[in-house]
């Protein structure tokens, strides 16, 4: 398979700090005090700033902060035709031994919103081309390929809704049914978003490293769940998804464990469980994984990298507004280069060329980012990620 090049070695993962103004905009929008259109109206004002913000701290890839979105995974499956929303989300509809769920239940916390399947899945063109051209909007076309676009995974929901619930019986009979159709749903999206000039898109499924998780496959079990088919299914469903893209799109996967509402996250446990089937099955061109501490184990799961794929390692965190060590994190990288070079039978250098750094999720997945964090020191951590990568890939982006 062709080696993929990294857009860059500094990257970041998505979602940005929000302003006070798209969170108010975003409440009154929701209480009906405010049109939709003047909602957007304040994104599009936003985007435009946290571009030119980025423009001018260098940061790389250009991204929306997506303040066009309520949370991270919304835009995408409630405006597919055959799925409904249902927000807030009721306990008796979700699967309790999902670590999301059972985290969110445990901290007395209300899982926000949920898209159900209640008939065929189609997609009625596209769901985010709007979103997309607010992004593009803000800068000249030829920068369109520094900007990087997100989408939930097609697993989000068939894991945190309870058996059987994710989709009507009816209209799907089995898992196999339903991910057949969502996944022409993708890669219509997929296409219309490249077309209209996106070339570097990023799935973020938290989903996928929650079966790193010992607790919830003990309880996904208890549900009378295969867990290792279920895996399969949703590796499946990722390839299924991206099948057919054009040559020219990079297309990356990032996996955490979750960073909800003051960077909570769900679960814990190392990539190792999952490691040789994740990067061995799935056919994106680079991973995006979690490295910030413990929870995320050591880098040893790397070894199963293909030497045509990349990994963007997230040694800085954005649940903690404290700077990381640019020396530490440099000797990181070069233990996780050494790690991959040894499984793909290269050398240490060979390896660099397909390992980037990026903080280890967004700064604000659900709209609200980690205490103490505030624009500028997000700035200063994305500083900190593109001066360790200049120092580590001095003659590249």
Excluded at 7 to 20: V, W
Excluded at 184 to 201: C, M, P, T, V
Excluded at 243 to 263: I, Q, T, Y
């Amino acid at each position: 398979m062709p080696v993929t090049k990294l857009p860059f070695h500094a990257d970041h993962i998505g979602s940005l700090i929000r302003p006070a103004s798209v969170s108010e905009a975003q409440d009154q929008a929701d209480a009906g005090q405010i049109s939709r259109d003047e909602l957007h109206k304040t994104q599009q004002s936003a985007i435009a700033d946290v571009v030119k913000k980025q423009q001018a701290h260098g940061v790389r890839a250009l991204c929306s902060g997506e303040f066009d979105r309520k949370y991270y995974f919304s835009g995408f499956f409630e405006k597919l035709e055959g799925f409904k929303e249902v927000s807030p989300v009721p306990w008796e509809l979700t699967r309790l031994s999902a670590a999301p769920i059972a985290a969110l239940k445990k901290a007395g916390k209300q899982y926000p919103m949920a898209a159900v399947c209640t008939g065929k899945i189609r997609n009625p063109g596209s769901t985010y081309l709007e979103n997309w051209k607010m992004l593009r909007s803000c800068v000249p076309k030829e920068q369109w390929g520094e900007c990087k676009f997100t989408m939930p995974p097609p697993c989000y929901f068939h894991l945190r809704l309870g058996p059987g619930k994710c989709f009507d019986k009816s209209v799907y009979a089995t898992d196999e049914a339903f991910f057949e159709d969502l996944a022409k749903a993708y890669q219509q999206e997929i296409r219309a978003l490249y077309d209209e000039g996106l070339r570097n898109l990023q799935i973020d499924d938290p989903t996928l490293a929650y079966f790193c998780s010992d607790d919830m496959l003990e309880g996904l079990k208890k549900d009378g769940e295969d867990t290792d088919r279920m895996f399969e299914l949703y590796l499946k469903a990722h390839n299924d998804c991206i099948a057919g893209r054009p040559e020219d799109m990079h297309v990356g996967l990032h996996v955490c464990r979750g960073n909800f509402s003051k960077s909570m996250h769900f679960s814990e446990g190392s990539y190792e469980a999952i490691a040789e089937r994740f990067f061995k099955t799935l056919n994106y061109d680079t991973f995006y994984m979690e490295y910030d501490n413990p929870r995320s184990g050591g880098f040893d799961p790397l070894r199963y990298l293909p030497q045509h794929k990349n990994v963007v390692l997230g040694v800085v965190t954005t649940k903690d507004p404290q700077l990381e060590d640019a020396e530490l994190m440099k000797t990181r990288v070069r233990e996780a280069a050494a790690i991959i070079a040894k499984g793909q039978g290269r050398t240490e250098k060979e390896a660099m060329e397909n390992i980037g750094i990026s903080p280890q999720c967004g700064f604000a997945s659900v709209a609200i980012g980690a205490e103490g964090m505030t624009e500028e020191k997000m700035f200063t951590k994305l500083k900190l990620v593109q001066d360790v990568a200049k120092e580590l890939w001095p003659d590249r982006p």
